[in-house]
T-cell receptor, first 113, second 112 residues
Framework: DAGITQSPRHKVTETGTPVTLRCHQT?????MYWYRQDPGHGLRLIHY???????DKGEVSDGYSVSRSKTEDFLLTLESATSSQTSVYFC????????????FGPGTRLLVL | EDQVTQSPEALRLQEGESSSLNCSYT??????LFWYRQDPGKGPEFLFT???AGEEKEKERLKATLTKKESFLHITAPKPEDSATYLC?????????????FGKGTMLLVSP
């Protein structure tokens, strides 16, 4: 499982509240990613990180921010949650000579009421 | 824009009935094509990476092949435990940090 944990695994929150999801890895991977998965859309990249304090936007970054102050932790924050952000969120790391292969965590199921 | 289309959306097989899943892609320079398996309520599990047309990879009852426009995941004599959603993804040569573009997946159900 590439040593990836996500917390919380399930969360129910209300519209307008801030939410932070945590991804923790134990194998010193440099690259980390946040995806969301929705029916009919597949996996879509939200943000990614290529090192401590180095992050960039993905395909669906609006309404999300990220932070990476330590190699092992990559945080995803919904500043003010909306119902459209109800989804399953996956964290991933990459390995390989060119960091080409991604391995995923178990996911966080988020429901915004 | 990179695109990945998987077909069929869903496939139902009897145990032992071989078949193939398709992944068609459009990308400006392919760095790699990836297959994942995803069980309900879990994260995607890496299966294969293919890098160039003509390449093939095998794992148990699964065999992945690649052409310049598509990839196939062949399932030989499937068992019920092969039931899962299979995801295809591409990585473009212009992708600076290994970002992937995913298809929507094929849901496979194998009945005993």
């Amino acid at each position: 499982d590439a040593g990836i944990t996500q917390s919380p695994r399930h969360k129910v929150t209300e519209t307008g509240t801030p939410v932070t999801l945590r991804c923790h890895q134990t194998e010193n991977h440099r690259y980390m990613y946040w995806y969301r998965q929705d029916p009919g859309h597949g996996l879509r990249l939200i943000h990614y990180s290529y090192g401590v304090k180095d992050t960039d936007k993905g395909e669906v970054s609006d309404g999300y921010s990220v932070s990476r102050s330590k190699t092992e932790d990559f945080l995803l924050t919904l500043e003010s949650a909306t119902s459209s952000q109800t989804s399953v969120y996956f964290c991933a790391i990459s390995e390989g000579r060119e960091q080409e292969t991604q391995y995923f965590g178990p996911g966080t199921r988020l429901l915004v009421l | 824009e990179d695109q990945v289309t998987q077909s069929p959306e869903a496939l139902r097989l009897q145990e032992g009935e071989s078949s193939s899943l398709n992944c068609s892609y459009t990308v400006s320079g392919l760095r790699g094509l990836f297959w994942y398996r995803q069980d309900p309520g879990k994260g995607p599990e890496f299966l294969f990476t293919l890098y160039s047309a003509g390449e093939e990879k095998e794992k148990e009852r699964l065999k992945a092949t690649l052409t310049k426009k598509e990839s196939f995941l062949h399932i030989t004599a499937p068992k019920p435990e092969d039931s899962a959603t299979y995801l295809c993804a591409v990585q473009a040569a212009h992708s600076g940090y290994s970002t992937l573009t995913f298809g929507k997946g094929t849901m496979l159900l194998v009945s005993p």
